[in-house]
């Protein structure tokens, strides 16, 4: 089979595609032949060997997939041979086959394609998790939640969700292109963060209260800042570092507003951890999956891919999203 290979760290353009063994299946495995492949900001560290994980010398990146079960264990009870479905990987997603345990698998909505699922395996729990579970955000109706970086994969997500969910979104973006994005997927109001301080808009919008929750995906002085316009008794969340600079948390603003920081990693509920939590959690995943496919086959959700990439222009992809010039995610296609 055709992959997508990394044999050494490096950028996008160190990736070599070509001819490999499949992969064995092992025990609770299931084969998927893929039909299209995610590409993130995660996907680009991974390769340089700045990830918090790192796969062995030499591995086809790719962490999040749709495709269809070609081959089952028989210790598998859920999936089948035939069933249409989305998968998150430990890596293993740019190339034409893949394995992947059957916790980590779920059936795709009958209204999503498989191009658009691509964002279902993580970007979409991602979102999900941090805004509905108790631990975390726990959004309410009539709660006012603030999206960071709300044209990209997680961001554009958290506004669907937090719109289901009976918030008022106030989503940020840069520029007239990601900000019309962000609206058409249901902001009620948006802030350019290009051309205008969003704390003192978020502010002004909130009549000097703050907002109630934020979903942070930047970290940086983005974080910083969003400390500052959340109102008492709000909560933070942060799912990433986009903008590279891992904040320092003030406990002063804590202590004198009674906030809270809540962190997120999705990945250690599907395995990406130190300790592999993926079985003892999958109650968990399953539900959360399934009360995604829900939203999407009621419309709720509408997974948007900017474009998409041949696997043999994978590295162009990675590119893409480098140049930060992509709204929602971008797909890497088998056929």
Same mark, same amino acid.
């Given at each position: 089979?055709?992959?997508?290979?990394?044999?050494?760290?490096?950028?996008? =353009?160190?990736?070599?595609?070509?001819?490999?063994?499949?992969?064995?299946?092992?025990?609770?495995?299931?084969?998927?032949?893929?039909?299209?492949?995610?590409v993130s900001f995660a996907t680009t560290l991974v390769i340089a060997g700045k990830? !918090?994980? *790192?796969?062995?010398? &030499?591995?086809?990146?790719?962490?999040?997939?749709?495709?269809? @079960? %070609?081959?089952?264990?028989?210790?598998?009870?859920?999936?089948?041979?035939?069933?249409?479905?989305?998968?998150?990987?430990?890596?293993?997603?740019?190339? =034409?086959? #893949?394995?992947?345990?059957?916790?980590?698998?779920?059936?795709?909505?009958?209204?999503?394609?498989?191009?658009?699922? $691509?964002?279902?395996?993580?970007?979409?729990?991602?979102?999900?998790?941090?805004? #509905?579970?108790?631990?975390?955000? /726990?959004? !309410?109706?009539?709660?006012?939640?603030?999206?960071?970086?709300?044209?990209?994969?997680?961001?554009?997500?958290? @506004?669907?969700?937090? *719109?289901?969910?009976?918030?008022?979104? $106030?989503?940020?973006?840069?520029?007239?292109?990601?900000?019309?994005?962000?609206?058409?997927?249901?902001?009620?109001?948006? %802030? /350019?963060?290009?051309?205008?301080?969003?704390?003192?808009?978020?502010?002004?919008? #909130? /009549?000097?209260?703050?907002?109630?929750?934020?979903?942070? &995906?930047?970290?940086? /002085?983005?974080?910083?800042?969003?400390?500052?316009?959340?109102?008492?008794?709000?909560? $933070?969340?942060?799912?990433?570092?986009?903008?590279? #600079?891992?904040?320092?948390?003030?406990?002063?603003?804590?202590?004198?507003?009674? %906030?809270?920081?809540?962190?997120?990693?999705?990945?250690?509920?599907?395995?990406?951890?130190?300790?592999?939590?993926?079985?003892?959690?999958?109650?968990?995943?399953?539900?959360?999956? =399934?009360?995604?496919?829900?939203?999407?086959?009621?419309?709720?959700?509408?997974?948007?891919?900017?474009?998409?990439?041949?696997?043999?222009?994978?590295?162009?992809?990675? !590119?893409?999203?480098? =140049? +930060?010039?992509?709204?929602? +995610?971008?797909?890497?296609?088998?056929?």
């Amino acid at each position: 089979m055709k992959a997508m290979i990394c044999r050494h760290w490096g950028g996008p =353009e160190d990736l070599r595609l070509e001819e490999v063994e499949r992969p064995p299946l092992k025990s609770g495995q299931v084969r998927i032949s893929i039909k299209a492949a995610g590409v993130s900001f995660a996907t680009t560290l991974v390769i340089a060997g700045k990830y !918090q994980r *790192k796969p062995p010398l &030499p591995f086809a990146p790719g962490t999040e997939a749709s495709g269809v @079960v %070609i081959e089952a264990d028989r210790a598998c009870r859920r999936l089948k041979v035939g069933d249409e479905v989305v998968a998150v990987l430990d890596w293993g997603g740019l190339a =034409e086959e #893949t394995v992947a345990h059957e916790v980590n698998v779920f059936l795709m909505p009958r209204n999503v394609g498989f191009v658009e699922a $691509i964002q279902l395996p993580i970007s979409y729990p991602t979102s999900a998790g941090a805004l #509905t579970w108790p631990t975390v955000l /726990d959004v !309410q109706k009539g709660q006012t939640l603030l999206v960071h970086a709300a044209a990209g994969g997680v961001g554009m997500a958290a @506004v669907e969700i937090g *719109k289901i969910l009976g918030a008022t979104v $106030i989503a940020t973006a840069g520029g007239a292109r990601k900000t019309a994005f962000a609206q058409a997927h249901g902001a009620d109001h948006v %802030i /350019d963060y290009r051309a205008t301080d969003f704390r003192a808009e978020v502010l002004k919008l #909130t /009549d000097g209260r703050g907002v109630d929750r934020v979903y942070d &995906p930047v970290g940086g /002085d983005i974080f910083s800042q969003s400390l500052r316009c959340l109102a008492v008794e709000g909560r $933070i969340c942060p799912v990433g570092f986009a903008g590279s #600079t891992i904040p320092q948390v003030p406990a002063n603003i804590l202590l004198v507003k009674s %906030i809270a920081v809540m962190g997120f990693n999705y990945g250690y509920y599907v395995g990406w951890s130190p300790h592999d939590a993926r079985f003892e959690m999958a109650d968990r995943t399953f539900a959360l999956m =399934e009360r995604i496919r829900g939203w999407c086959e009621a419309g709720l959700c509408r997974p948007h891919v900017d474009r998409t990439y041949r696997l043999e222009e994978a590295p162009a992809a990675m !590119q893409a999203l480098l =140049e +930060r010039s992509v709204t929602g +995610r971008v797909a890497v296609t088998m056929d």
